[in-house]
Structure formats: structure tokens, C-alpha cells
């Protein structure tokens, strides 16, 4: 049975991952063991607890603990449950939650780079793609699209920050993931991937590249699709390690599109 525990105190030190911690500072909380993430919705939380992350609590409107959140508790029985009204809540944390239900939970560690890449054919590469939504906009179309696991250099957005979670449908539960590291540096990444059997693709503006459908990209066994920052796109010394370099025709005088949106096109084209 799930201990409910109605909110009469917004500075209690129980609420502080909800209401007065940073999507950084839960990252970091608990160094150097794995932190904590703010999972948000019911559909967001059930796909967590799918994956076999562990929830810490739960702040929910009082409504939904017999409503769309007692299937979920269910599942939690000895997870307590923080509960107020929604304009309590939107009080607390600053924001008016999805669907009136937030789940704080533990991070679990990260795979190795080489897991990632064992049995799969089409990876991504994201080179500090730092904003969450765009985080999680591409998550969800990877997902979709037919690739099989994602690696993010250093300077990208958390997958699990609350925002790249929830853009994601739930998403980064299901794909597999990890980041680059000082261990496993980006720097070496594109001859890494190449030594494993990977071809690289720059998605990047230049006219010196090929056409999404070129046939010779669709014959590669395996392709590693790498993708770039917001604004400045891939750097110059990434492009030039890459194998190819491909770029999403333009009309009507725009340059480019949004990396989220340049991903679905990329992924569908580059999934077959």
C-alpha cells in the first residue's frame, strides 16, 4: 500500500528534487554513484518503469491517486506519494505538470560505446545538440524511424533531463544510449566507429557531398549518421573524418532545417 502524504509544507526537504533542484544537480546528486531524473506524465513514468529504472517518490494531483496514476502505484506499492491540488503543485515546482504526475527516479549507469554498436546497423551520433527538446524530438524519431541506438558527445543535453523525456514520448526509455566520454573521447569517435566496420555520414551543409539517396549510402552494411549543434552545425574536423557528407535539399531560399527535423528525414531515407 502506497504511503500518501498530502502536501501542507512547500519548503519540506522531501519535495526539494520536484520543486529546488536543477536538472544538473539531480544528475550530479548522488557522485559518483548515478543521480536522479524527474520523470513527467503517466505514459512517460510507465515506459520508465518498463525500462527497470527505480522511482524515489511520486507528486501528483490528489485526483489522480485513485485516477490515472493507480495503475501506476500499483506497480510502486512502497514508493510514497506526494499529493496537492494542481495549482499547489504548479506552486512547488513552476511549472504546470503534464497530466498532474511528476516520478523522481534513479538513473541507472550508462552502457559502453561498444555495446551500443555490437549487433547494430544504424547508429546516431549527436555532436552537442544542446538543447532538450531537440534532444527528444530526435529520440522519438530514431525510435520510429529504424535506428538502433544513439551516442551523444559530451556538450549534448541529458536524454533523461525532464523536458528531452517527455518531447521523447518516452523514447529514451526504449532506444539504446549512451555518451561520449574522457574515456572513450568524441575526438576519436569517427575512426573508432570506421575500426568496428561503421561508414560515417556528416549531415552538415556543404556542396561538396552526396544525395540522401545516393545509392552507394544504401549499400552500406553499417552506417553511423552523425549530426550537429543547433545554429553551427558539425564542426569542420568532424565533417572532414567522415566518410561522407550528405545535405538535405533546400527551396525557397532556407537554408536549413532544424536539426530535430533534419534527423526524421535523415533516418527515414538512411533507415531503409
Known sequence: ??????????????????????????????????????????????????????????????????????????????????????????????????????????????????????????????????????????????????????????????????RASRVSMGTVFQIPWTFYNKEHPWSKGCSSLKNIGYKTVAMALTDDSVAIDDPRLMAEERLAIVMGTEGDGLARTTIAQCDYTVKIPMSHGVDSLNVAAASAIAFWQLGK
Open 1 to 162: 500500500m502506497n504511503r500518501v502524504i498530502e502536501i501542507t509544507d512547500l519548503a519540506d526537504q522531501r519535495l526539494d528534487m520536484y520543486a529546488r533542484c536543477s536538472e544538473v544537480q539531480l544528475l550530479r546528486y548522488n557522485e559518483p554513484a548515478e543521480g536522479f531524473f524527474i520523470a513527467e506524465s503517466p505514459m512517460i513514468i510507465e515506459r520508465a518503469l518498463d525500462a527497470g529504472y527505480e522511482p524515489v517518490s511520486f507528486l501528483m494531483e490528489s485526483r489522480y491517486v485513485e485516477g490515472q496514476g493507480k495503475s501506476l502505484l500499483n506497480r510502486c506499492q512502497k514508493t510514497p506519494v506526494y499529493v496537492a491540488e494542481l495549482d499547489v503543485l504548479t506552486k512547488l515546482t513552476g511549472y504546470q505538470i503534464t497530466r498532474g504526475m511528476l516520478c523522481a527516479m534513479r538513473r541507472k549507469p550508462l552502457p559502453d560505446i561498444t555495446e551500443i554498436c555490437e549487433n547494430a546497423r544504424r547508429i546516431v551520433v549527436l555532436e552537442n545538440v544542446m538543447n532538450p527538446t531537440n534532444v527528444g524530438a530526435i529520440f522519438r524519431s530514431a525510435a520510429a524511424l529504424g535506428m538502433d541506438g544513439i551516442l551523444l558527445t559530451e556538450g549534448c543535453a541529458n536524454p533523461l533531463y525532464r
